[in-house]
Each structure stands twice: as structure tokens, then as C-alpha cells.
């Protein structure tokens, strides 16, 4: 759900082809609102749509991509879980999966 200035932005939440990919997100990367294909990955960076779309990258940019990544976890080297995020946040993809990962790791408050 996403709501702007208050208001819920209905816009942003219609999938009128249920794929689970909102028409302006289709509309936006593949200039049209339905028919974008969930499984597949046009920019090829391993990333499907559907998980670029919940993960608030571009799908038509490989080097758009969500990494996350872990340092070996050894008795005497406990580094925390780190998130490389390599163009800036939008949508609500991101947002919420490194809330999550912020929030179980207590990284930051
Ligand atoms: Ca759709
Ligand atoms: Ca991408």
C-alpha cells in the first residue's frame, strides 16, 4: 500500500493483469500497463522483474541490482549483514526489505 501526502494512492496499487507488477511499474519500464513477464529478466542481472520491482531497481539496467551480502561468520568475527544498494532507494521495495534486515539485525535504530 502506498500512501501519499495522507492520501492512499490508489495509482499505485492497481494490477490489472494480477502479475503482481502495478500498471504504472509496467507503464514506466516497458511503456505499457500489462503483459510484463514476472520470470523474466531483460537487463540480465539475475535479477527477475517481479524481484526487481520488490526490490525497487531498475529492470532495464543491470547495474541497477539489490546485493546483499555476509562476511564469514567465524567464534571470533561477528560482522554485521551489510546492503549494497547500487542506485538510490524508490518505491517500497527496498525500503521495507532493509527495514526488515536493519531491524533484525539492530544495526540501525
Ligand atoms: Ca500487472
Ligand atoms: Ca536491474
Not at 564469514?72 to 527495514?99: F, K, M
Request: aromatic residues 4%; contains cysteine; charged residues 15%.
Amino acid at each position: 500500500m502506498v500512501i501519499t501526502g495522507g492520501r492512499l494512492n490508489l495509482a499505485k496499487i492497481v494490477d490489472t493483469d494480477g502479475n503482481g507488477l502495478p500498471d504504472w511499474w509496467e507503464q514506466q519500464y516497458f511503456g505499457q500497463p500489462t503483459g510484463t513477464s514476472t520470470n523474466a529478466d531483460p537487463d540480465q542481472d539475475g535479477e527477475n522483474n517481479l524481484a526487481e520491482f520488490l526490490s525497487g531497481t531498475i529492470p532495464t539496467n543491470s547495474l541497477s541490482v539489490l546485493k546483499l551480502s555476509a562476511p564469514a561468520i567465524t567464534r571470533r568475527n561477528c560482522s554485521p549483514l551489510t546492503i549494497d544498494h547500487s542506485t538510490p532507494v524508490h518505491g517500497v521495495g527496498s525500503e521495507d526489505a532493509e527495514e526488515l534486515i536493519q531491524g533484525a539485525t539492530a544495526i540501525i535504530p
